[in-house]
Every structure is written in structure tokens, then in C-alpha cells.
């Protein structure tokens, strides 16, 4: 099988893509348009490698989306110790994120590989539900131990047995570089009207005040600011009810979601809508930008360790103090059974490899852009955005996963995103938006 890559993190789960199972990805969603279902895929784009009824007992088959040059080594190394350890051979079919994202669905239909990336929470029970991935409870009697009730919690299907082994998690901010932030005399802003004072401020100075880069297939990389807006004006509870379909979307807590967030829009980099989310970045990076919010992960495009050093990054800030900064946005990635495997044995074994704390150190020791979940891990390693990131999620009273991934795909990738991306690139109508997208509502949940 051809190892193909491209754009890797678009999914870290977030913006994913849509499809039946799969939502807009962290890279990528599929541009939908008001009056859409969820989308169907005409024909497979991620293929499995090898299958077939004399499959090697030797070998076990990997579906991976870590398709950039760091997941890509990380997964390497990974597989690589694997081998040593068990003996089995891993043969790995990489597909860009985005591919992966929206081909899941049929991939899975058909027949996928052994073992596959995916997302923890709502994505992973989406297949346990549909009967496309296996049960993995017999893995849990043996790593258990090393994970918290939350995680557990994560990892569960709707009838309490286990699909999803974790292998790490990684929260959204406010990135900045601590040098600008010096040079320029600014502060850590913690109230919204200090936020919003701040972008004021850096837009003045010449800079884009909050980088940002949504075009093309990266349009899921708005949710992480929808999110965070939306859990600091209504709270975290609100916020799940809203990503389940049980409240209305015409309700005047999202409509202040969106009054809060037409707040920010002008200080947008400009031209957002044809820059991809790497591009943003590295505009943080060269110092063109004063603001990033986005995920740990965009760590992976630094590779200059002085850059690294001064990158750093605060809380989303508060906007009503009721419920403070107390939500985290820090999705989960790891790992699914097929509901088929050609060998399931070695599939099972490759899991619990996966599934220790030897192995997550060994991925974060090559892609520092991660936080290990498993609580056994030795973190003494850690860079300090990595300790500084493990602080912030264990802090949280609440964690959300990331919008594509805590609701029903088809309703974010086909509805909610292209409506918030619309609207962001004009926000002045955000009732109007906002009865668009309740419009659709019923399509997908039901009372």
C-alpha cells in the first residue's frame, strides 16, 4: 500500500470531516451548504492494506491518519518496538487526514485494517453504535489501571463496554510569543474586555492580532474559538446540550455566543478564508501575528527549538465570571478495533502495545506536541508547553473534546460549519445564521 501524506493534523480529531461517521476533521471538513444531509462519500478514498481470508497470522494491518512527518515518525517508532517486542510485523497504510476523515465511513463498511486511528467520546461511539468496530474489553482487563475514570469514561461505547484505546490528548489556547509580548509591554489578559483591549492594541501596532487560517479543508480549525465562546458565556453544560441537539440553536444564549464572538472578528487576520491553519501558525511564529487560539498541536511545525522556547500561552479568557475558565477544550486521539480483523489476535496485542505507558512515552518522546493520557507515563521529559499544557487540563473542571467530535458529524460538517464559517467572513447576521442552522436541527436529532 502507497504511504501517502499530506496535511496530518487536521485531525487530531478536530475539524474533521463529515460523512456519516466521520466529521469534518481537524483539517478538514467537507464544504456543506445549508438544506445538506450528512454527506455521502461516492466512492472509497482510504483503502485497507492486505485482508483477505489467508491474511498473515504474522501480520497486523494499521490505518493511520498521522500523515505529516512528526505522527508519521512517532507512529514508526512505535510500530518499530512493537515488532521487537511481539515479534508481529505492522504494516501501516498512512492516508492524509483529511482523506481519512472523509473516507472512514466506507472505509469501515468495507475492509479496513485491524487496527485504526480515531477519536475518543462522541466519534468513537458513533461506530460502537453502527456495529463498525469491535469491542476492546478484554485490552481494558489489562491497561486499565493506567488511566483515570474520565478517560475511561471516554473510552466506553453507550453499553458500557470498551472500543477505544486513548493514546493522547492535547488542549486549545491563546498561543503567543513570550518575546513579543515583552518587547511590546502587553499583558496576560483573564477578562474578555482585557482580550478584546489586547487584539485592539496589537492591530494598532501593525501586527494580525489572532492569526487564523480556515480555507479549503480547514475550515473545522474555527471551532476551537466557537467552543470557547460559547462554554465561557453559557458554561460547559450548555454548550454539550447545544453540540447534542437539545437545545435550539435560535435560543438567546447562542445568539449572546455569537454577539461575544463578532467582538473578535475585526481583529481576524485578514484574507483567513484562503490560508490553511499551518499558514497561521507560522505567521504566529514570524512574528507577524500576536495570537493564535489553537491546539498544542501546532507544535508540529516548529522546528526551530528557539521558537519553541518562546512560545507560550494563557486560558481562553472569562467572559461571565459564573463560570470563569473552568472548561478546557483538549480532544483525545487513539485507536479502534475493526469490527472484522483479519488477525485479531495480533490486533488485540498490538492494542495493549499501545495502550502502555512505554509506548506513549516513546510517541511523545518523537512528537512533543502531545500529552500522554496514560497516568503512568514518566512526564520528567516534558518540554514546557507540555507541563504547562498537562497543568491546564488537570485543572479543568470540565473537557470538552472539540465541536466536530462531541456532536453528530453530518449536523457540524454540513450545517454548523459552513454557517459559522459564512458568518464569520461577514458576522453581522448572526440571528439570521443562527435560524439557518436550527433549521436543520431536526434532520439529525431526535427529541
Known sequence: MTQQSRNPLAARGLGRPPTAGGTPGRRSVVGGMFGLGAAVLGAPLL???????????????????????????????????????????????????????????????????????????????????????????????????????????????????????????????????????????????????????????????????IASGYGGGDSWSILGAFDYVNMRTNGYDFHMSLMRGKVSWTDKRAVATLDHWRELAPYYQQGAGGRSWQDAAQSLFDKKSGMAVIGLFLGQQITDEKIRSDIDFFPFPEIDATHGQDAVEAPTDGFMLSRRPKNEDGAKKFLEFLGGAHTEELYMGVDPSNLAVNK????????????????????????????????????????????????????????????????????????
Not at 177 to 200: M, T
Not at 391 to 418: C, E, M, N, W, Y
Open 47 to 209: 483503502t485497507a492494506c492486505g485482508g483477505g481470508a489467508g491474511a498473515d497470522p504474522k501480520t497486523v494491518t494499521f490505518g493511520s491518519n498521522g500523515a505529516d512527518a512528526t505522527p508519521k515518525s512517532a507512529y514508526a517508532a512505535v510500530t518499530k518496538a512493537f515488532t521487537k517486542d511481539s515479534g508481529l510485523t505492522v504494516k501501516t497504510n498512512t492516508v492524509d487526514h483529511d482523506t481519512f476523515q472523509k473516507s472512514i465511513s466506507t472505509y469501515l463498511q468495507g475492509t479496513p485494517d485491524d487496527v485504526f486511528t480515531w477519536f475518543a467520546g462522541y466519534r468513537m461511539q458513533y461506530f460502537a453504535k453502527k456495529k463498525l468496530c469491535s469491542p476492546l474489553d478484554e485490552v481494558w482487563d489489562k491497561i486499565g489501571a493506567g488511566f483515570s475514570d474520565a478517560t475511561k469514561q471516554l473510552s466506553r461505547g453507550d453499553d458500557g463496554k470498551y472500543y477505544f484505546v486513548p493514546l493522547y490528548n492535547y488542549p486549545w489556547a491563546v498561543f503567543y510569543r513570550k518575546s513579543v509580548f515583552k518587547e511590546r509591554g502587553y499583558h496576560i489578559p483573564q477578562k474578555w474586555s482585557e482580550f478584546i483591549a489586547l487584539a485592539k492594541q496589537m492591530k494598532k501596532d501593525g501586527l494580525s492580532s
Open 376 to 447: 503512568q507515563v514518566d512526564t520528567g521529559s516534558y518540554n514546557a508547553l507540555q507541563k504547562k499544557s498537562a497543568d491546564l487540563i488537570a485543572s479543568a473542571k470540565h473537557i470538552s473534546q472539540f465541536a466536530d467530535r462531541d456532536s453528530d458529524p453530518g449536523f457540524i460538517s454540513t450545517v454548523v460549519l459552513p454557517g459559522l464559517t459564512q458568518w464569520l467572513g461577514h458576522p453581522d447576521d448572526g440571528a439570521g445564521t443562527l435560524k439557518k442552522i436550527e433549521s436543520q436541527r431536526s434532520r439529525f436529532f431526535t427529541a
